[in-house]
């Protein structure tokens, strides 16, 4: 339906999208048949074609709409039902960079929450919206598995580990300044519409770009190396506000301390167990962490800092 300016519905349909240029359009429809050749059933194609179209105009137009529908022999409600259920493809214009600060639930305790209130105030703009130099487009992003790495901060998909306020607004400022920003790990940085046109399926030729891709960082990868045997030193994390053993400058049990000054590889935990990891390729039947630890809690031990739980309705 057509509105006016003050969004009142004049009750008239909303016109056909113009189609694109005739040079515009023939390149698109030589890029959307190389995509539409790696699948059996054309309408599989559908997702690399809106990032197709998108890498064209930094958003999905109603105009890419039409192309894909008349590209795959579907209706433009089809394209449409599609474009709107995932958040990778933009339905208004927006900047060079998406800059999408993590606030899901481990990320928004470790500072999440706190960068992205910061960067609206910094940028002054709101979530999905887009600075006025159509830098920068700040949004707000659910879980990019990247915990080990919280605070982590995304831009273009790109990951920036390990964020604070501070390092942040550095980060939206080179970007708007148009500094060179690199990655914490993977590729390096290109705009949106280059960013689109990569995951539309086209090979990234930039030279390095895909050797520079990588894998995970280390922290994703301590779990692999612990299944496979590699364990080094124990560490024991301890309840916060307690004190480590062999902590203010004494040794553990074996006479030396581990990092941050917990024991070392023979250590203690505070309930008095030995987290020695078991030589490699055995299994052990003790904890390298007090994380996955059995612990004493306020449910099974009425001694606990926290008190005996209550029952229900006391």
């Known amino acids: 339906m057509t509105t006016t ?21 023939a390149r698109l429809e030589a890029d959307a048949r190389q995509v539409i050749a790696r699948y059996p059933d054309s ?26 529908a008349e590209m795959l022999g579907l209706t433009t409600a089809e394209v449409t039902a599609v474009a709107t259920f995932y958040s990778m493809y933009r339905r208004k214009p927006s900047g060079d960079y998406q800059v999408g600060v993590c606030t899901n639930t481990l990320c928004a305790v470790m500072g999440g929450d706190a960068i992205f209130e910061a960067l609206q105030e910094h940028l002054g703009v709101g979530n999905g919206e887009t600075t006025g130099d159509g830098k920068v487009t700040l949004e ?14 995304m831009v273009n998909w790109e990951f920036f580990d390990n964020q604070t306020v501070e390092s942040a607004k550095g980060l939206v400022d080179d970007l708007r300044a148009g500094a ?30 895909v050797e520079a891709s990588g894998g995970a960082g280390p922290a994703s990868l301590v779990g692999l190396r612990l299944a496979k045997g590699e364990t080094g030193p124990a560490r024991v994390v301890h309840p916060r506000g307690s ?70 309705g006391e």
Do not use: W
């Not at 300016?5 to 189609?19: F, I, K």
């Not at 992003?141 to 901060?153: G, R, S, Y």
């Open 5 to 25: 300016p003050e969004g009142v519905s004049l009750g008239m349909p909303q016109l056909p999208p113009p189609d694109y240029p005739d040079d515009v359009r």
């Open 43 to 68: 309408r599989s194609a559908l997702l690399p074609l809106l990032h197709l179209v998108q890498s064209e105009e930094g958003h999905v137009t109603r105009t890419g709409q039409r192309f894909c």
């Open 180 to 209: 060179r920003v690199e990655p914490t790990r993977g590729a390096p940085l290109c705009t949106f519409k280059d960013t689109a046109r990569i995951l539309a399926g086209f090979p990234d030729e930039r030279p390095g770009a």
């Open 140 to 153: 707000h992003i659910e879980c990019n598995a990247a915990c080990d790495f919280a605070p982590v901060v």
């Open 243 to 312: 004190e480590a053993p062999g902590s203010a400058g004494s040794s553990g049990p074996s006479g030396s301390s581990g990092p941050s000054g917990s024991s070392g590889p023979s250590g203690s935990s505070r309930d008095g167990a030995s987290h020695d990891p078991a030589p490699s390729g055995q299994p052990s039947s003790k904890h390298l962490s007090s994380h996955d630890a059995p612990q004493d809690t306020s449910a099974s031990d009425p001694d606990h800092p926290a008190g005996p739980a209550a029952e229900e």
